[in-house]
């Protein structure tokens, strides 16, 4: 990641300073601007660190999302189960109690009417 300085600049330099020393501070100049664009390089690199979350975090939570999911559905899943049973056996009752035929067909299956 070389910084360079603009031919311009260093013309002016080399005209106010001497070919030497306008080399030599070019030279210094752009080492300078490579070291500060490193570190901020760095400094980028650790602040999305700090924000961004990592694989290892997202599958984590994940996990632990898809088990409370899990959980969730067998809890609703057993209650759902339970509502349909108490919902065919309210049926059956309401069907027996107000059809006549059908408590002349259930007392003749037990044995009570011949």
């Known amino acids: 990641m070389a910084t360079t300085i603009p031919i311009k600049v260093y013309e ?9 020393q306008a080399r030599e501070l070019v030279s210094e100049i752009e080492k300078t601007a490579d070291a500060i664009a490193k570190e901020k390089t760095l400094e980028i690199k650790d602040d999305l660190r700090k924000e961004l979350v990592t694989r290892d975090i997202f599958e984590t939570r994940m996990s632990l999302l898809e088990a409370k999911f899990e959980t969730r559905i067998s809890l609703l ?16 009752f309401v069907i027996i109690i107000l059809n006549p035929r059908a408590i002349d067909l259930i007392a003749k299956l037990l044995g009570i009417i011949k």
């Open 77 to 92: 899943e057993s209650k759902l189960e339970y509502k349909m049973r108490l919902y065919f056996l309210i049926l059956l």
């Open 12 to 20: 002016i330099l080399e005209d106010k300073l001497g070919k030497e």
